[in-house]
């Protein structure tokens, strides 16, 4: 027998031509100047949680302080074939106060203490509730984005809507009774 092993065992077979070999290595296109905040559909900031006080109730007429956890942040992504970080800053949050009254505002607020305020405190994300009634509280965090890859960092058109968690709370009616020291 002539030839090697492999001669020998491959002889009179025919394998056709070789398959094409891809010579395209550009990958994919490269990222525009500007990405649309469609773009980054599959791409979604933190959940913020949403806090309430006094925590899990209310008094009727008396402010009730809302804020949000909501903070600037960064997530890895694939965003138009490339690996980039998206960054998420938080510009505005709508409060939905639960009785057919919201309102916007460009901070998340805080709690009383971080704000150094006494209980009860009149905040710029408070709400004082005028009639008893079931109340389901909900806050939609509006997020600016950009986009860093290779070094560069890329403005996104829009802005992205993220909802917290929704809180559920009763509210009380509270009187006050004057009396003589026993």
Do not use: K
Request: net charge negative; with cysteine; aromatic share 8%.
């Amino acid at each position: 027998m002539n030839g090697t092993a492999e001669e020998r065992c491959l002889d009179g077979l025919d394998f056709g031509d070789p398959a094409p070999v891809d010579t395209n290595t550009s990958g994919p296109a490269p990222l525009p100047d500007v990405i649309q905040v469609t773009d980054l559909a599959n791409v979604a900031p933190s959940q913020a949680q949403l806090f309430m006080e006094p925590n899990g109730w209310a008094i009727l007429g008396q402010p009730v302080n809302f804020w949000t956890t909501a903070s600037t942040h960064s997530v890895g992504a694939t965003v138009l074939g490339h690996q980039v970080t998206v960054t998420f800053t938080p510009v505005s949050t709508t409060y939905d106060y639960g009785d057919g009254t919201s309102q916007t505002l460009e901070t998340p607020g805080s709690s009383w203490a971080d704000q150094g305020l006494p209980e009860l405190s009149d905040t710029h994300t408070s709400h004082r509730y005028n009639r008893q009634d079931a109340v389901t509280v909900v806050a939609t965090i509006n997020y600016s984005a950009t986009v860093t890859a290779d070094g560069r960092t890329i403005t996104v058109n829009g802005t992205v809507q993220n909802l917290t968690g929704t809180l559920a709370f009763d509210l009380y009616e509270s009187d006050t009774y004057l009396s003589t020291n026993p």
